[in-house]
Protein backbone atom coordinates (compact mmCIF):
# COMPACT_ATOMS: atom_id res chain seq x y z
CA UNK A 1 0.00 0.00 0.00
CA UNK A 2 1.49 3.69 -0.53
CA UNK A 3 -0.19 7.09 0.90
CA UNK A 4 1.03 10.19 0.19
CA UNK A 5 0.71 12.75 2.50
CA UNK A 6 1.56 16.64 2.93
CA UNK A 7 3.16 17.20 6.09
CA UNK A 8 0.88 17.81 8.73
CA UNK A 9 1.83 21.57 10.67
CA UNK A 10 3.64 23.72 7.84
CA UNK A 11 2.49 21.36 5.00
CA UNK A 12 6.43 21.95 3.82
CA UNK A 13 6.76 18.48 2.11
CA UNK A 14 5.07 15.43 0.06
CA UNK A 15 5.65 12.10 1.84
CA UNK A 16 4.72 8.63 0.51
CA UNK A 17 5.45 5.08 2.45
CA UNK A 18 5.12 1.82 0.92
CA UNK A 19 3.72 -0.82 3.72
CA UNK A 20 3.82 -4.40 3.45
CA UNK A 21 0.61 -6.90 4.34
CA UNK A 22 1.85 -6.87 8.13
CA UNK A 23 1.45 -2.97 7.68
CA UNK A 24 5.22 -2.30 8.74
CA UNK A 25 6.75 0.40 6.25
CA UNK A 26 8.97 -1.32 3.69
CA UNK A 27 9.84 2.18 1.61
CA UNK A 28 9.61 5.32 1.55
CA UNK A 29 10.11 8.79 -0.58
CA UNK A 30 9.91 12.61 0.17
CA UNK A 31 9.49 15.91 -2.03
CA UNK A 32 9.96 19.06 -0.15
CA UNK A 33 8.38 21.83 -1.89
CA UNK A 34 10.91 24.75 -1.06
CA UNK A 35 14.08 22.94 -2.14
CA UNK A 36 12.71 20.07 -4.54
CA UNK A 37 10.72 22.96 -6.51
CA UNK A 38 12.13 26.17 -5.99
CA UNK A 39 10.36 27.49 -9.07
CA UNK A 40 7.65 27.88 -7.01
CA UNK A 41 9.17 30.15 -5.16
CA UNK A 42 7.55 28.65 -1.75
CA UNK A 43 8.75 29.40 1.83
CA UNK A 44 7.03 26.47 4.35
CA UNK A 45 5.37 25.56 1.62
CA UNK A 46 2.98 28.33 0.77
CA UNK A 47 3.24 31.84 -1.16
CA UNK A 48 2.44 35.27 0.80
CA UNK A 49 0.04 36.30 -1.44
CA UNK A 50 -0.66 40.39 -2.08
CA UNK A 51 -3.12 41.30 0.27
CA UNK A 52 -2.57 40.56 3.94
CA UNK A 53 -4.09 37.60 5.18
CA UNK A 54 -3.71 36.14 1.62
CA UNK A 55 -1.57 32.87 0.81
CA UNK A 56 -1.30 30.55 -1.88
CA UNK A 57 -0.12 27.35 -3.88
CA UNK A 58 0.17 27.30 -7.60
CA UNK A 59 -1.65 23.54 -8.03
CA UNK A 60 1.27 22.61 -10.52
CA UNK A 61 3.69 22.40 -7.67
CA UNK A 62 1.86 19.58 -5.83
CA UNK A 63 1.33 18.18 -9.11
CA UNK A 64 5.49 18.23 -9.99
CA UNK A 65 6.04 17.08 -6.81
CA UNK A 66 4.23 13.91 -7.31
CA UNK A 67 5.93 13.33 -10.42
CA UNK A 68 9.10 13.98 -8.54
CA UNK A 69 8.16 11.30 -5.70
CA UNK A 70 6.71 8.35 -7.71
CA UNK A 71 9.85 8.36 -9.57
CA UNK A 72 11.97 8.45 -6.41
CA UNK A 73 9.63 5.19 -5.21
CA UNK A 74 10.79 3.76 -7.98
CA UNK A 75 14.29 4.76 -7.73
CA UNK A 76 14.30 3.49 -3.82
CA UNK A 77 13.17 0.52 -5.98
CA UNK A 78 9.60 0.32 -4.02
CA UNK A 79 7.93 -2.45 -6.42
CA UNK A 80 4.65 -0.73 -7.20
CA UNK A 81 2.93 -3.49 -9.00
CA UNK A 82 1.80 -5.28 -5.86
CA UNK A 83 0.20 -2.10 -4.36
CA UNK A 84 -3.08 -2.88 -2.96
CA UNK A 85 -4.09 0.35 -2.24
CA UNK A 86 -3.96 3.69 -2.02
CA UNK A 87 -4.56 6.75 -0.02
CA UNK A 88 -3.61 10.03 1.53
CA UNK A 89 -3.75 12.61 4.15
CA UNK A 90 -3.21 16.08 3.07
CA UNK A 91 -3.53 20.03 4.84
CA UNK A 92 -7.00 20.84 5.49
CA UNK A 93 -9.30 23.40 4.37
CA UNK A 94 -7.13 24.32 0.65
CA UNK A 95 -9.36 24.29 -2.09
CA UNK A 96 -8.34 23.59 -6.01
CA UNK A 97 -10.75 24.60 -9.11
CA UNK A 98 -11.21 22.48 -11.85
CA UNK A 99 -11.29 23.58 -15.44
CA UNK A 100 -13.15 21.92 -18.02
CA UNK A 101 -9.86 21.33 -20.05
CA UNK A 102 -7.88 20.08 -16.93
CA UNK A 103 -10.71 17.51 -16.34
CA UNK A 104 -10.69 16.15 -19.86
CA UNK A 105 -6.26 16.32 -19.36
CA UNK A 106 -7.03 14.29 -16.16
CA UNK A 107 -9.22 11.03 -17.84
CA UNK A 108 -6.77 11.36 -20.82
CA UNK A 109 -3.35 11.16 -19.44
CA UNK A 110 -0.73 9.95 -21.91
CA UNK A 111 1.70 7.68 -19.75
CA UNK A 112 4.58 8.50 -21.71
CA UNK A 113 4.54 11.91 -20.08
CA UNK A 114 4.91 13.62 -17.11
CA UNK A 115 1.55 14.42 -14.88
CA UNK A 116 2.67 18.16 -14.72
CA UNK A 117 2.52 18.45 -18.81
CA UNK A 118 -0.53 17.27 -19.30
CA UNK A 119 -2.13 18.90 -16.01
CA UNK A 120 -0.95 22.17 -15.88
CA UNK A 121 -1.69 25.82 -14.86
CA UNK A 122 -4.82 25.48 -17.97
CA UNK A 123 -6.21 22.55 -15.92
CA UNK A 124 -7.45 25.40 -12.98
CA UNK A 125 -9.58 28.45 -13.55
CA UNK A 126 -7.97 29.68 -10.18
CA UNK A 127 -3.98 29.09 -10.03
CA UNK A 128 -3.08 30.72 -7.22
CA UNK A 129 -5.01 28.93 -4.87
CA UNK A 130 -6.08 29.33 -1.25
CA UNK A 131 -4.21 27.14 1.58
CA UNK A 132 -5.30 26.38 5.09
CA UNK A 133 -3.00 29.41 6.30
CA UNK A 134 -5.71 31.59 3.97
CA UNK A 135 -7.12 34.02 6.68
CA UNK A 136 -8.36 36.65 4.25
CA UNK A 137 -12.18 35.86 4.48
CA UNK A 138 -13.61 37.56 7.66
CA UNK A 139 -16.14 39.22 5.18
CA UNK A 140 -17.30 35.79 3.50
CA UNK A 141 -17.55 34.36 7.31
CA UNK A 142 -19.47 37.18 8.58
CA UNK A 143 -22.36 36.79 5.24
CA UNK A 144 -22.29 33.35 5.79
CA UNK A 145 -23.27 33.23 9.09
CA UNK A 146 -25.72 36.13 9.08
CA UNK A 147 -27.31 34.09 5.86
CA UNK A 148 -28.14 30.86 7.48
CA UNK A 149 -29.51 32.82 11.10
CA UNK A 150 -26.35 33.10 13.27
CA UNK A 151 -22.90 31.63 14.41
CA UNK A 152 -24.60 29.32 16.86
CA UNK A 153 -26.65 28.08 13.38
CA UNK A 154 -23.54 27.43 11.84
CA UNK A 155 -21.73 25.62 14.64
CA UNK A 156 -24.89 23.44 15.01
CA UNK A 157 -24.56 22.17 10.77
CA UNK A 158 -21.44 22.10 10.61
CA UNK A 159 -19.53 21.54 13.96
CA UNK A 160 -17.72 24.80 13.36
CA UNK A 161 -18.62 28.57 13.14
CA UNK A 162 -17.47 30.19 10.08
CA UNK A 163 -13.31 30.55 10.33
CA UNK A 164 -11.46 32.10 7.34
CA UNK A 165 -9.43 29.57 6.53
CA UNK A 166 -12.57 27.24 6.26
CA UNK A 167 -13.08 25.71 2.18
CA UNK A 168 -16.89 27.62 2.40
CA UNK A 169 -15.60 31.49 2.71
CA UNK A 170 -12.92 30.70 0.92
CA UNK A 171 -15.09 29.47 -2.04
CA UNK A 172 -17.37 32.59 -1.35
CA UNK A 173 -14.34 34.73 -1.74
CA UNK A 174 -13.36 33.29 -5.52
CA UNK A 175 -17.27 33.75 -6.50
CA UNK A 176 -17.20 37.28 -5.31
CA UNK A 177 -14.26 38.41 -6.75
CA UNK A 178 -13.55 36.20 -9.67
CA UNK A 179 -17.34 35.52 -10.68
CA UNK A 180 -16.28 34.01 -14.11
CA UNK A 181 -13.37 31.87 -12.77
CA UNK A 182 -16.14 30.69 -10.93
CA UNK A 183 -18.33 30.32 -13.18
CA UNK A 184 -16.01 27.78 -15.51
CA UNK A 185 -15.03 26.17 -11.95
CA UNK A 186 -16.25 22.50 -13.52
CA UNK A 187 -15.66 20.98 -10.04
CA UNK A 188 -14.20 21.86 -6.54
CA UNK A 189 -11.65 19.70 -5.06
CA UNK A 190 -10.04 19.56 -1.27
CA UNK A 191 -6.33 19.31 -1.41
CA UNK A 192 -7.14 16.08 -0.17
CA UNK A 193 -9.48 14.99 -2.36
CA UNK A 194 -7.50 16.13 -5.08
CA UNK A 195 -4.68 14.02 -4.39
CA UNK A 196 -7.24 10.99 -4.83
CA UNK A 197 -8.36 12.90 -8.18
CA UNK A 198 -4.68 12.42 -9.54
CA UNK A 199 -4.67 8.80 -8.68
CA UNK A 200 -8.19 8.15 -9.80
CA UNK A 201 -7.72 10.12 -13.27
CA UNK A 202 -11.14 11.62 -12.78
CA UNK A 203 -12.27 14.06 -9.88
CA UNK A 204 -12.20 12.11 -6.60
CA UNK A 205 -15.57 12.30 -4.00
CA UNK A 206 -14.70 14.59 -0.50
CA UNK A 207 -14.60 12.62 2.34
CA UNK A 208 -16.91 13.44 5.89
CA UNK A 209 -14.17 14.33 7.79
CA UNK A 210 -12.40 16.86 5.49
CA UNK A 211 -15.80 18.26 4.38
CA UNK A 212 -16.30 18.78 7.89
CA UNK A 213 -13.84 21.98 7.85
CA UNK A 214 -15.60 23.92 5.41
CA UNK A 215 -18.42 25.16 6.79
CA UNK A 216 -20.99 23.33 4.39
CA UNK A 217 -21.33 20.08 5.38
CA UNK A 218 -24.03 19.02 7.31
CA UNK A 219 -22.03 16.71 10.21
CA UNK A 220 -24.82 14.86 11.47
CA UNK A 221 -26.90 14.05 8.51
CA UNK A 222 -23.73 13.32 6.37
CA UNK A 223 -24.74 15.40 3.46
CA UNK A 224 -23.84 18.95 1.94
CA UNK A 225 -25.79 22.16 3.68
CA UNK A 226 -28.62 23.31 1.34
CA UNK A 227 -28.56 26.71 4.35
CA UNK A 228 -24.92 26.45 3.82
CA UNK A 229 -24.65 26.12 0.31
CA UNK A 230 -26.99 28.50 -0.70
CA UNK A 231 -25.01 30.84 1.87
CA UNK A 232 -21.88 30.29 -0.15
CA UNK A 233 -22.11 30.42 -3.85
CA UNK A 234 -24.59 29.60 -6.21
CA UNK A 235 -24.95 26.23 -8.09
CA UNK A 236 -22.36 24.71 -5.68
CA UNK A 237 -23.93 21.41 -5.22
CA UNK A 238 -22.85 19.96 -8.45
CA UNK A 239 -19.01 21.39 -8.10
CA UNK A 240 -18.69 19.67 -4.85
CA UNK A 241 -20.31 16.01 -6.04
CA UNK A 242 -21.67 13.51 -3.36
CA UNK A 243 -19.15 13.58 -0.12
CA UNK A 244 -18.31 9.72 1.03
CA UNK A 245 -17.04 8.10 3.82
CA UNK A 246 -13.28 8.49 5.00
CA UNK A 247 -12.73 4.67 4.04
CA UNK A 248 -14.85 4.40 1.26
CA UNK A 249 -13.34 2.55 -2.26
CA UNK A 250 -13.67 5.63 -4.69
CA UNK A 251 -12.46 3.51 -8.48
CA UNK A 252 -9.45 1.74 -9.59
CA UNK A 253 -6.04 3.15 -10.55
CA UNK A 254 -5.87 5.29 -13.07
CA UNK A 255 -4.68 3.63 -16.50
CA UNK A 256 -1.81 5.97 -16.55
CA UNK A 257 -0.24 4.89 -13.13
CA UNK A 258 -0.42 1.00 -14.30
CA UNK A 259 1.20 2.03 -18.02
CA UNK A 260 4.14 4.32 -16.75
CA UNK A 261 4.66 3.05 -12.99
CA UNK A 262 3.14 -0.33 -13.06
CA UNK A 263 0.59 -0.28 -10.15
CA UNK A 264 -1.53 -3.57 -10.98
CA UNK A 265 -5.10 -1.98 -12.75
CA UNK A 266 -6.99 -3.42 -9.66
CA UNK A 267 -5.10 -1.33 -7.09
CA UNK A 268 -7.73 0.74 -5.20
CA UNK A 269 -7.84 4.11 -4.39
CA UNK A 270 -9.63 4.77 -1.29
CA UNK A 271 -10.31 8.07 -0.01
CA UNK A 272 -8.47 10.85 1.13
CA UNK A 273 -8.38 12.99 4.01
CA UNK A 274 -7.67 15.71 6.09
CA UNK A 275 -4.30 15.46 7.90
CA UNK A 276 -6.02 16.12 11.71
CA UNK A 277 -8.33 13.25 11.02
CA UNK A 278 -5.83 11.32 9.72
CA UNK A 279 -3.38 11.70 12.31
CA UNK A 280 -6.14 10.32 14.86
CA UNK A 281 -7.06 7.44 12.41
CA UNK A 282 -2.92 6.55 12.82
CA UNK A 283 -2.98 6.89 16.18
CA UNK A 284 -5.27 3.79 16.72
CA UNK A 285 -6.35 5.09 20.11
CA UNK A 286 -10.58 4.19 20.88
CA UNK A 287 -13.23 6.47 22.37
CA UNK A 288 -11.40 6.14 26.09
CA UNK A 289 -8.56 8.32 24.36
CA UNK A 290 -7.84 12.33 25.01
CA UNK A 291 -4.83 12.87 22.70
CA UNK A 292 -2.74 16.03 23.42
CA UNK A 293 -0.57 17.74 21.26
CA UNK A 294 2.22 19.41 22.16
CA UNK A 295 3.68 20.92 19.47
CA UNK A 296 3.77 25.01 18.62
CA UNK A 297 0.28 24.92 19.66
CA UNK A 298 -1.50 22.33 22.35
CA UNK A 299 -4.24 20.92 20.69
CA UNK A 300 -6.38 18.21 21.73
CA UNK A 301 -8.24 15.65 19.42
CA UNK A 302 -11.06 13.05 20.94
CA UNK A 303 -14.04 10.85 20.22
CA UNK A 304 -17.38 12.16 20.88
CA UNK A 305 -20.42 10.36 20.53
CA UNK A 306 -22.22 13.95 20.09
CA UNK A 307 -21.55 17.37 19.09
CA UNK A 308 -20.79 19.56 22.17
CA UNK A 309 -22.32 22.78 22.40
CA UNK A 310 -19.21 24.84 22.74
CA UNK A 311 -18.73 28.28 20.92
CA UNK A 312 -15.20 27.66 19.58
CA UNK A 313 -13.59 24.27 18.82
CA UNK A 314 -14.20 21.91 15.93
CA UNK A 315 -16.47 18.96 15.47
CA UNK A 316 -15.42 16.71 12.63
CA UNK A 317 -17.23 13.11 11.79
CA UNK A 318 -14.70 10.44 12.94
CA UNK A 319 -12.63 9.24 10.58
CA UNK A 320 -12.72 6.03 11.07
CA UNK A 321 -15.77 5.27 13.43
CA UNK A 322 -19.35 5.10 11.93
CA UNK A 323 -21.95 7.65 13.73
CA UNK A 324 -19.31 9.41 15.58
CA UNK A 325 -17.48 12.46 15.86
CA UNK A 326 -13.70 13.74 16.32
CA UNK A 327 -13.38 17.45 18.74
CA UNK A 328 -10.66 19.45 18.01
CA UNK A 329 -9.46 22.50 19.86
CA UNK A 330 -6.50 24.22 19.50
CA UNK A 331 -4.73 26.59 22.04
CA UNK A 332 -2.58 29.52 21.37
CA UNK A 333 -1.34 29.24 24.46
CA UNK A 334 1.49 26.40 24.91
CA UNK A 335 4.32 25.68 24.04
CA UNK A 336 5.28 29.75 23.15
CA UNK A 337 4.26 30.49 26.73
CA UNK A 338 6.32 27.31 28.22
CA UNK A 339 9.85 28.47 25.97
CA UNK A 340 8.97 32.29 27.80
CA UNK A 341 9.02 30.95 31.17
CA UNK A 342 11.90 28.74 30.62
CA UNK A 343 13.77 31.51 29.42
CA UNK A 344 13.04 34.15 31.93
CA UNK A 345 13.41 31.80 34.76
CA UNK A 346 15.92 29.10 33.50
CA UNK A 347 17.20 30.61 30.50
CA UNK A 348 16.16 28.50 28.04
CA UNK A 349 17.47 25.41 29.59
CA UNK A 350 14.75 22.18 29.87
CA UNK A 351 17.04 20.29 31.74
CA UNK A 352 17.07 22.97 34.76
CA UNK A 353 13.56 23.20 34.03
CA UNK A 354 12.56 20.20 34.84
CA UNK A 355 14.72 19.81 38.07
CA UNK A 356 12.56 22.72 39.12
CA UNK A 357 9.70 21.53 37.78
CA UNK A 358 10.06 17.88 40.01
CA UNK A 359 11.39 20.37 42.86
CA UNK A 360 8.17 21.26 44.01
CA UNK A 361 5.29 19.32 45.25
CA UNK A 362 1.99 18.35 42.95
CA UNK A 363 -0.37 20.76 44.46
CA UNK A 364 2.65 23.98 44.44
CA UNK A 365 1.56 24.63 47.85
CA UNK A 366 -1.89 25.90 46.09
CA UNK A 367 0.03 28.40 43.97
CA UNK A 368 -1.31 28.91 40.28
CA UNK A 369 -0.84 30.63 37.48
CA UNK A 370 -3.00 31.25 34.03
CA UNK A 371 -0.49 32.78 31.30
CA UNK A 372 -2.56 33.49 28.65
CA UNK A 373 0.10 35.82 26.10
CA UNK A 374 -2.37 35.78 23.32
CA UNK A 375 -6.06 36.08 23.26
CA UNK A 376 -6.80 32.34 24.11
CA UNK A 377 -9.51 30.83 21.94
CA UNK A 378 -11.86 29.24 24.79
CA UNK A 379 -11.48 31.23 27.19
CA UNK A 380 -11.65 34.18 25.56
CA UNK A 381 -8.80 35.82 27.74
CA UNK A 382 -5.56 37.69 27.59
CA UNK A 383 -3.37 38.18 30.51
CA UNK A 384 -1.88 36.54 33.05
CA UNK A 385 -3.09 35.81 36.70
CA UNK A 386 -1.31 34.49 39.45
CA UNK A 387 -2.85 32.96 42.69
CA UNK A 388 -1.10 32.05 46.09
CA UNK A 389 -3.50 29.69 48.30
CA UNK A 390 -4.50 32.53 50.17
CA UNK A 391 -6.46 34.49 47.23
CA UNK A 392 -10.25 34.64 47.60
CA UNK A 393 -12.41 34.77 44.33
CA UNK A 394 -14.31 36.94 45.14
CA UNK A 395 -11.99 39.56 47.11
CA UNK A 396 -10.72 42.72 45.72
CA UNK A 397 -7.12 41.99 44.97
CA UNK A 398 -8.52 38.16 43.25
CA UNK A 399 -8.50 40.01 39.59
CA UNK A 400 -5.09 41.96 39.60
CA UNK A 401 -3.41 38.10 41.47
CA UNK A 402 -0.06 38.64 43.12
CA UNK A 403 2.79 39.96 40.67
CA UNK A 404 5.45 37.12 41.01
CA UNK A 405 6.33 33.91 43.10
CA UNK A 406 8.64 33.96 45.41
CA UNK A 407 11.05 31.25 43.41
CA UNK A 408 11.47 30.30 40.24
CA UNK A 409 10.25 26.32 40.66
CA UNK A 410 7.19 28.07 42.04
CA UNK A 411 6.66 29.71 38.52
CA UNK A 412 7.47 26.79 36.46
CA UNK A 413 5.10 24.36 38.32
CA UNK A 414 2.33 27.24 38.76
CA UNK A 415 2.83 27.36 34.74
CA UNK A 416 2.53 23.79 33.79
CA UNK A 417 -0.48 22.77 36.16
CA UNK A 418 -2.74 25.64 35.11
CA UNK A 419 -1.86 24.75 31.64
CA UNK A 420 -3.02 21.29 32.22
CA UNK A 421 -5.98 21.98 34.15
CA UNK A 422 -7.14 24.37 31.63
CA UNK A 423 -6.84 21.60 28.88
CA UNK A 424 -8.59 19.39 31.49
CA UNK A 425 -11.56 21.92 31.74
CA UNK A 426 -12.02 22.59 27.82
CA UNK A 427 -12.17 18.78 27.80
CA UNK A 428 -14.42 17.99 30.07
CA UNK A 429 -16.48 21.25 28.52
CA UNK A 430 -16.20 20.09 25.07
CA UNK A 431 -17.94 16.31 26.22
CA UNK A 432 -15.39 14.19 27.06
CA UNK A 433 -15.61 11.64 29.83
CA UNK A 434 -13.25 11.31 32.56
CA UNK A 435 -13.13 7.50 33.44
CA UNK A 436 -10.83 4.98 35.19
CA UNK A 437 -9.85 3.57 31.28
CA UNK A 438 -9.21 7.35 30.38
CA UNK A 439 -5.36 6.97 28.45
CA UNK A 440 -3.29 10.28 27.52
CA UNK A 441 -1.70 10.47 23.96
CA UNK A 442 0.67 12.95 23.75
CA UNK A 443 2.41 14.11 20.61
CA UNK A 444 4.79 16.97 19.18
CA UNK A 445 7.94 18.78 20.52
CA UNK A 446 7.63 18.38 24.23
CA UNK A 447 6.06 15.02 24.67
CA UNK A 448 9.78 14.13 25.07
CA UNK A 449 9.75 15.98 28.37
CA UNK A 450 9.23 13.22 31.23
CA UNK A 451 8.58 16.10 34.18
CA UNK A 452 5.94 17.94 31.94
CA UNK A 453 4.39 14.55 31.06
CA UNK A 454 4.37 13.56 34.78
CA UNK A 455 2.21 16.81 35.43
CA UNK A 456 -0.34 16.04 32.69
CA UNK A 457 -0.70 12.24 34.20
CA UNK A 458 -1.39 13.30 37.67
CA UNK A 459 -3.56 16.38 36.30
CA UNK A 460 -5.87 14.18 34.02
CA UNK A 461 -5.54 11.33 36.76
CA UNK A 462 -4.62 9.21 33.59
CA UNK A 463 -1.80 7.31 32.26
CA UNK A 464 0.80 8.96 29.55
CA UNK A 465 1.63 6.94 26.29
CA UNK A 466 3.83 8.65 23.47
CA UNK A 467 3.68 7.13 20.53
CA UNK A 468 6.88 5.04 18.55
CA UNK A 469 7.74 5.20 14.99
CA UNK A 470 5.95 7.10 11.95
CA UNK A 471 3.88 10.46 12.02
CA UNK A 472 0.16 9.43 12.85
CA UNK A 473 -1.20 11.33 9.58
CA UNK A 474 1.22 9.32 7.42
CA UNK A 475 0.08 6.05 9.08
CA UNK A 476 -3.59 7.22 9.55
CA UNK A 477 -3.35 7.09 5.51
CA UNK A 478 -1.88 3.87 4.65
CA UNK A 479 -3.98 2.09 7.69
CA UNK A 480 -7.11 3.76 5.76
CA UNK A 481 -6.18 2.47 2.62
CA UNK A 482 -5.74 -1.29 4.05
CA UNK A 483 -8.97 -0.79 6.47
CA UNK A 484 -11.02 0.49 2.83
CA UNK A 485 -9.66 -2.25 0.50
CA UNK A 486 -10.32 -5.17 3.39
CA UNK A 487 -14.21 -4.35 3.51
CA UNK A 488 -14.43 -3.69 -0.15
CA UNK A 489 -12.88 -7.34 -0.75
CA UNK A 490 -14.60 -8.54 1.99
CA UNK A 491 -17.92 -7.14 1.16
CA UNK A 492 -17.85 -8.44 -1.95
CA UNK A 493 -17.08 -12.23 -0.97
CA UNK A 494 -19.44 -12.14 2.45
CA UNK A 495 -21.39 -9.54 2.23
CA UNK A 496 -23.66 -10.60 5.43
CA UNK A 497 -20.46 -10.49 7.42
CA UNK A 498 -20.91 -8.83 10.42
CA UNK A 499 -18.19 -5.36 9.51
CA UNK A 500 -15.56 -5.52 11.65
CA UNK A 501 -14.36 -2.27 12.99
CA UNK A 502 -11.27 -0.23 11.43
CA UNK A 503 -9.27 -0.47 14.80
CA UNK A 504 -9.95 -4.54 15.46
CA UNK A 505 -8.77 -4.83 11.80
CA UNK A 506 -5.56 -2.72 11.68
CA UNK A 507 -4.62 -4.09 15.76
CA UNK A 508 -5.38 -7.72 14.26
CA UNK A 509 -2.04 -7.17 11.93
CA UNK A 510 -0.02 -4.96 13.40
CA UNK A 511 0.79 -4.03 17.44
CA UNK A 512 -0.30 -0.65 18.75
CA UNK A 513 3.06 1.40 18.86
CA UNK A 514 2.54 3.41 21.91
CA UNK A 515 4.60 3.33 25.28
CA UNK A 516 3.32 4.25 28.77
CA UNK A 517 5.58 6.72 29.61
CA UNK A 518 3.53 7.95 33.15
CA UNK A 519 1.12 6.97 35.21
CA UNK A 520 -0.78 9.65 37.74
CA UNK A 521 0.12 9.09 41.40
CA UNK A 522 -2.54 7.97 44.65
CA UNK A 523 -3.48 11.56 45.42
CA UNK A 524 -3.69 13.07 42.24
CA UNK A 525 -7.65 13.52 42.46
CA UNK A 526 -7.22 14.49 45.89
CA UNK A 527 -5.28 17.11 44.61
CA UNK A 528 -6.49 18.29 41.29
CA UNK A 529 -9.89 17.96 41.64
CA UNK A 530 -10.39 20.99 43.78
CA UNK A 531 -7.73 22.78 41.83
CA UNK A 532 -9.93 21.86 38.51
CA UNK A 533 -12.29 24.84 40.57
CA UNK A 534 -9.44 26.88 41.12
CA UNK A 535 -8.48 27.33 37.33
CA UNK A 536 -12.29 27.81 36.23
CA UNK A 537 -12.54 30.52 39.14
CA UNK A 538 -9.13 31.57 37.64
CA UNK A 539 -10.37 31.54 34.05
CA UNK A 540 -13.85 33.47 34.88
CA UNK A 541 -11.56 36.38 36.68
CA UNK A 542 -9.41 36.44 33.72
CA UNK A 543 -12.18 36.11 31.22
CA UNK A 544 -13.77 39.34 33.02
CA UNK A 545 -11.01 41.62 33.51
CA UNK A 546 -11.57 41.62 29.42
CA UNK A 547 -14.61 43.52 30.15
CA UNK A 548 -13.29 46.17 32.18
P1 LIG B 1 5.35 21.87 15.21
O1 LIG B 1 4.04 22.17 15.89
O2 LIG B 1 5.89 23.05 14.46
O3 LIG B 1 5.43 20.58 14.48
P2 LIG B 1 6.93 20.49 17.20
O4 LIG B 1 5.94 19.40 17.37
O5 LIG B 1 8.27 20.16 16.67
O6 LIG B 1 6.37 21.74 16.43
O7 LIG B 1 7.10 21.17 18.65
C1 LIG B 1 7.86 22.32 18.82
C2 LIG B 1 7.80 22.76 20.27
O8 LIG B 1 8.31 21.75 21.13
C3 LIG B 1 8.65 23.99 20.51
O9 LIG B 1 7.80 25.11 20.67
C4 LIG B 1 9.41 23.68 21.78
O10 LIG B 1 9.17 24.64 22.77
C5 LIG B 1 8.87 22.37 22.27
N1 LIG B 1 9.91 21.52 22.85
C6 LIG B 1 10.95 20.94 22.21
N2 LIG B 1 11.71 20.26 23.12
C7 LIG B 1 11.14 20.43 24.34
C8 LIG B 1 11.43 19.99 25.67
N3 LIG B 1 12.49 19.23 25.93
N4 LIG B 1 10.60 20.36 26.66
C9 LIG B 1 9.51 21.12 26.41
N5 LIG B 1 9.19 21.58 25.20
C10 LIG B 1 9.98 21.23 24.16
Not at 168 to 188: S, V
Request: charged share 20%.
Amino acid sequence: MVMIRQHYILHTNLKAILLNAKLDVIASAEVKFDTDLPEFRTTGGANPGLNKFEFFVQPVMWIKAMDIILDRLVISEADLSTVAAISGSAQQHGSLYWSKHGITALENLDPTKFLHTQIDDSAFVVNRTPIWMDASTVKQCIEMETAIGGHTEMLKISGSKCYPRFTGPQIRKIYQQRTHAYEDAQRISLVSSFLATLFLGKVASIDYSDASGMNLLDIREKTWSKACLNACAPDLEQRLGTPVSSTAVLGNVADYFVQRFCFPATCKIVACTGDNPSALAGMLVDKNWLSLSLGTSDTLMMSLEEPPNLEEGHVLCHPTEQDTFMGLLCFRNGSLVRESINKSEVGGNWQMFNELLESTPRGNFGNLAVHFNEMEIIPKAKGTLRWNKDMQPNSPDAAKGIIKFRSPQIEIRALIEGQMLHHRAIAEDMGFHFITETKILATGGASVNKSILQVISDVFNAPVYIQMGSEAALMGAAYRAAYGYFIHENQAQHPDAPRISYRDYILSLTPNHLQLVCEPNKDSEQIYGPLLQRYRDMAITLEANQAT
